[in-house]
């Protein structure tokens, strides 16, 4: 009797956990599949202006970051850096470089995960523990959100959402992480984006996806000086945001 009754309360036991790791999940589900609407992410900005946001997504890529300073810096171009927590953290004395220099220094999550693969506690935590360390360090919080891979699905939206974050995603994307994009094809998607879309995309106000790839530093005056000769100057996030 005494070990059916010591059975019986493991059982117990372990039936209370499972439900609780159930509910647990299937709340979780509840959240992301009901019709509350998600902020959309930002794409574009209307504005009437020539003005561009250049965005530079940072997880790896520090040895290139000076040389990307100095071409900004020689161009009087500003931008945004969306950089991991990782990275950050592991980098303090050039993030501060780049927000001294001006630049918008924002949130890409903690460790480069999938967000559509996350729930949104775990994306919450990933955009909360990097919101931490960048604040640590430059002493300004993130309030953008750039998710890694550019995945759009509820789970990460909805986190970014609860914590008062904005969504960005993208206009033009020199898809310069890949192996086969030269200097002359990074440069052409962004100075030339029909050869991308087929169609003439409307630059104003446009977003560009960059990364700090050796190629994308050899593209890039090519990218500013073409640009700036056709009228554009290239202003954070923010800056663009509030020209709307």
Do not use: C
Request: cysteine-free; aromatic content about 8%.
């Amino acid at each position: 009797m005494f070990i059916n009754l010591k059975i019986s309360r493991r059982l117990l036991s372990f039936g209370g956990i499972f439900f609780l790791l159930l509910v647990g999940i299937l709340s979780d589900r509840w959240i992301i599949s009901t019709d509350v609407p998600v902020s959309k992410p930002i794409v574009q900005i209307k504005t009437a202006q020539l003005v561009m946001a250049l965005t530079i997504n940072v997880d790896w890529g520090e040895e290139n970051i000076p040389a990307i300073l100095n071409i900004l810096d020689e161009r009087k171009a500003r931008v945004t850096f969306f950089v991991t927590g990782r990275w950050a953290k592991k980098n303090p004395e050039l993030l501060k470089i780049m927000s001294n220099k001006g630049h918008q220094i924002e949130n890409h999550g903690y460790s480069h995960p999938h967000p559509d693969q996350l729930s949104i506690g775990a994306n919450q935590e990933e955009i909360k523990k990097t919101e931490s360390i960048i604040e640590g360090i430059i002493g300004r919080k993130t309030h953008l959100y750039a998710p890694p891979y550019g995945e759009k699905g509820a789970s990460g939206l909805r986190a970014a959402d609860a914590l008062g974050y904005q969504t960005i995603l993208w206009t033009l994307d020199t898809v310069d992480w890949r192996a086969d994009s030269t200097p002359e094809i990074i440069a052409k998607r962004i100075v030339n984006p029909a050869i991308q879309f087929g169609i003439k995309p409307n630059k104003s106000g446009a977003i560009v996806l960059m990364h700090p790839k050796a190629n994308t530093v050899k593209a890039l005056p090519v990218i500013l000086d073409q640009l700036a000769s056709d009228g554009f100057s290239f202003q954070t996030l923010d800056a663009l945001i509030t020209s709307e």
